[in-house]
């Protein structure tokens, strides 16, 4: 069964850190790689999509990586704000999943001024 | 945003009764889902629709029916709801469809439904 894992489940960073986040996934047939952020109480926005493809994709601070052979994804994140704080969720459609997202349970970030 | 809203937003009920959470978009787009998120499991799939009167199951579907007779609108029905069924529950919307390689899912603000 594919899986999609996020470790840590919650990081706190004090404000201006970079920081990483993991994911990792269980099988390399993958036709992307999604970030998303949900804040309290809301759904999901999407962040950055890879495609398998390719190898990392960028907006603004944030930076998404993709090694498929090695089964792990990360978003990077620089000079953190209190504003990032916000749970992270990767997600990837597996090949013979039929293309459903699975999603990692989430990071949950804490930006401390 | 993508618009998408869902209705209602937050739901009480009893065990046994029916409940019916609706999901309309504005975007036209042609896949639609619905998804339960839950402490320790995370977002799993429910059941999903690739067009009008088109749908198929998720990995969760047990408990649950869905239609759509529109494009704009998904509908997800709790035929007897049960305590198990207390969740949050999100639609979302894509263009291209599940496996897309540039396909992302932009997601409706969610309903909290809780069966007592």
């Known amino acids: 069964k594919q899986e999609v894992t996020q470790i840590p489940a919650a990081l706190s960073v004090p404000e201006g850190e970079n920081l990483v986040l993991n994911c990792s996934f269980t099988d390399s047939a993958i036709y992307n790689l999604q970030w998303f952020r949900q804040d309290p109480g809301k759904g999901l926005t999407s962040l950055l999509l890879i495609q398998s493809s390719q190898r990392e994709q960028t907006s603004g601070r944030l930076n998404a990586s993709l090694d498929k052979s090695s089964g792990r994804s990360t978003l990077y994140i620089a000079a953190s704000q209190p504003g990032d704080s916000a749970t992270y969720l990767c997600?990837?459609?597996?090949?013979?999943?039929?293309?459903?997202?699975?999603f990692g349970q989430g990071t949950e970030l804490s930006v401390k001024p | 945003d993508a618009g998408i809203t869902q209705s209602p937003r937050h739901k009480v009920t009893e065990t046994g009764t029916p409940v019916t959470l609706r999901c309309h978009q504005t975007?036209?787009?042609?896949?639609m889902y619905w998804y339960r998120q839950d402490p320790g499991h995370g977002l799993r799939l429910i059941h999903y629709?690739?067009?009008?009167?088109?749908?198929d199951k998720g990995e969760v579907s047990d408990g649950y029916s869905v239609s759509r007779s529109k494009t704009e609108d998904f509908l997800l029905t709790l035929e007897s709801a049960t305590s198990s069924q207390t969740s949050v529950y999100f639609c979302?919307?894509?263009?291209?469809?599940?496996?897309?390689?540039?396909?992302?899912?932009?997601f409706g603000p969610g309903t909290r439904l809780t069966v007592l």
């Open positions: 997600a990837a459609p597996f090949y013979n999943q039929g293309g459903k997202l699975i």
């Open positions: 979302a919307i894509s263009e291209s469809g599940l496996a897309g390689a540039d396909d992302t899912q932009y």
């Open positions: 629709s690739y067009g009008v009167k088109d749908t």
């Open positions: 975007e036209n787009h042609r896949y």
